[in-house]
């Protein structure tokens, strides 16, 4: 298979990682997967994938240690990642993790991971112990990013409070999980105070597509901020959305009559995506029926336009 497809949203498990998550006793409802870069070079070459763009994902880095543990953490799966890219040229770029809640070591690893490491971009989780993406304790992690113009690719993990028994977080939560945060950078105007902010919500935007009117006729803005529908509902199109886990003939439709179509990025979610989903997902992006520059623009070019590094790494991988 010869898409030529760039993964934007794909996941690693470096073994340093792998080995704090088994020491913090994490769970989240779902083990740990195996993992390898040789399979996930397997996965690339079955689903037709020339790159994809990795990242550890949740619950992120920090798990409840010191945030001195999770700065160290944060540089060593960092660095595997770069590794990992470098090993395998045009295979891979990554977002690059950062330690928060501590947002000071946060500021320190994105100069360190754009700068020495040539990271893509940071990977965000739309929660941090309860508190949301948007949330005023972030500005300054948020305002140095869009200083950089940089490419934040935003990740759920289970939203507070109790789970409900026998309903995994990742099933649906997840999807709420990002919408709050969409929704949280909007009414807070971080959407519209940083501009040169390029934000990927996960998962088709979980339900940020399918609700965008709702929320933007019943949610007033925060601390000052001023919004009006139209205003929330031009701050919403600004994100790009992925089609992990969403490419459907029920989901499709939503997201692409709702989502700016240069904004629109194929995603795997490997190997979180258990089984066949990652095989499955991408079979129903491939049968949906799209023009050839839609399926294009899906599966290559809008992630070249918002990472263009990646058209020089697929070029080394054939040179």
């Not at 959305?241 to 029920?250: G, I, M, Q, R, V």
């Not at 491939?286 to 070019?301: C, F, G, K, M």
Request: aromatic letters at 8%.
């Amino acid at each position: 298979m010869t898409t030529g497809r760039i993964d934007t949203h794909h996941h690693i498990v470096p073994p340093v990682w792998a080995d704090a998550l088994r020491a913090s006793e994490y769970f989240g409802g779902q083990a740990t997967p195996a993992w390898s870069p040789a399979a996930a070079l397997e996965l690339l070459d079955e689903l037709g994938i020339d790159t994809a763009v990795v990242s550890v994902g949740r619950p992120g880095v920090h798990l409840g240690r010191t945030d001195a543990a999770a700065r160290a953490l944060a540089r060593q799966v960092n660095e595997f990642a770069a590794d990992m890219a470098r090993e395998h040229p045009g295979r891979f770029g990554f977002f690059a993790s950062v330690p928060l809640p501590d947002v000071d070591g946060s500021l320190t690893e994105v100069g360190y991971a754009l700068d020495e490491l040539h990271a893509d971009g940071v990977i965000l989780l739309a929660n941090v112990d309860g508190t949301y993406l948007g949330d005023p304790v972030f500005d300054p992690l948020m305002a140095e990013l869009d200083r950089r113009g940089a490419v934040v690719f935003i990740h759920p993990t289970a939203p507070p409070g109790p789970a409900v028994p026998g309903v995994p977080p990742f099933s649906a939560d997840f999807l709420l999980d990002t919408t709050r945060a969409a929704l949280n950078l909007v009414r807070h105007g971080v959407v519209a105070r940083l501009p040169r902010l390029r934000m990927i919500l996960s998962h088709a935007g979980g339900f940020v597509p399918y609700a965008a009117h709702r929320m933007a006729s019943l949610t007033e803005g925060a601390a000052g901020h001023v919004v009006t529908r139209e205003s929330f509902l031009r701050d919403l199109r600004t994100f790009y959305f992925d089609t992990a886990l969403s490419a459907n003939p029920h989901t499709l439709p939503s997201l692409l009559s709702f989502a700016d179509p240069a904004r629109v990025l194929y995603g795997s979610d490997w190997p979180y995506a258990r089984g066949d989903n990652s095989q499955y997902f991408t079979a129903q992006l491939d049968s949906y029926p799209l023009t050839e520059t839609q399926r294009t623009a899906i599966n290559r070019d809008n992630a070249l336009a918002l990472l263009p590094r990646l058209a020089n790494a697929s070029t080394a991988r054939f040179s």
